[in-house]
């Protein structure tokens, strides 16, 4: 089965400093990556995917993210983070050969404190 | 707007009770899933259908049943409820790399 690990379980951050969250998958074959955010009480935001094409991936509120393949890792950055990006943030990973389930990691809170 | 409707929204049980949950999308999408999120735990996979007429056990399926008999619909079961069963559940369906996720319902068994 799919295992995605996220390294951190909290980050705390002041704003406008810069911000990595880590996440690891197991998978030797072809993977669709995705990042989520989640809001106090609210559902899942995506905050970018890679199905493709370029390693680095770029998202929504200055987020990004780089795939690499050897590591297995799809770490999602931030160059400078504001108090509203305190959230909760999802890695995920899919497979299309296993009926495209989605595995999540067990998330990491973000928190940015002025 | 096109997407995934889940109702309800919150819901109180008392152990032993049973209820549905409603898993509704407009996109025509094939795949669609159940999970169940927990603080610490991320997402985990209820049950999941890859077309009308299927589903399929993931993750954590004890406790639970799932039925799809309208490529638009996937319900969710729990025929005796426990408290184990506190969670937030949330449904997804996809076209293949593209998942739309519904805003999540609040189960709460006392």
């Known amino acids: 089965a799919q295992s995605v690990t996220q390294l951190d379980s909290q980050v705390p951050v002041f704003e406008e400093a810069p911000v990595e969250l880590r996440c690891n998958y197991s998978s030797s074959v072809s993977v669709y990556l995705f990042w989520y955010v989640q809001y106090p009480n609210q559902g899942l935001q995506l905050l970018l995917k890679?199905?493709?094409?370029?390693?680095l991936v770029k998202g929504i509120n200055g987020f990004e993210a780089e795939f690499n393949k050897s590591q297995t890792s799809f770490h999602l950055r931030k160059p400078s983070v504001h108090i509203s990006d305190t959230a909760e943030y999802f890695c995920?990973?899919?497979?299309?050969?296993?009926?495209?389930?989605?595995?999540f990691g067990a998330g990491t809170t973000v928190t940015v404190r002025a | 707007n096109a997407g995934v409707t889940q109702t309800p929204k919150f819901r109180v049980l008392k152990t032993g009770q049973s209820m549905t949950l409603l898993c509704a999308q407009d996109m025509n999408h094939e795949y669609m899933y159940w999970y169940r999120q927990d603080p610490g735990m991320g997402l985990r996979l209820i049950h999941y259908s890859v077309g009308e007429g299927t589903t399929a056990k993931g993750e954590v399926p004890d406790g639970y049943n799932v039925s799809r008999l309208k490529k638009q619909n996937f319900l969710l079961g729990l025929e005796s409820a426990a408290p184990s069963q506190t969670s937030v559940y949330f449904c997804?369906?996809?076209?293949?790399?593209?998942?739309?996720f519904g805003s999540g319902t609040r189960l709460t068994v006392v």
């Open positions: 997804a369906s996809t076209t293949a790399g593209g998942y739309t």
């Open positions: 890679y199905l493709s094409g370029s390693t």
């Open positions: 995920a990973v899919s497979e299309g050969s296993n009926d495209y389930k989605l595995s």
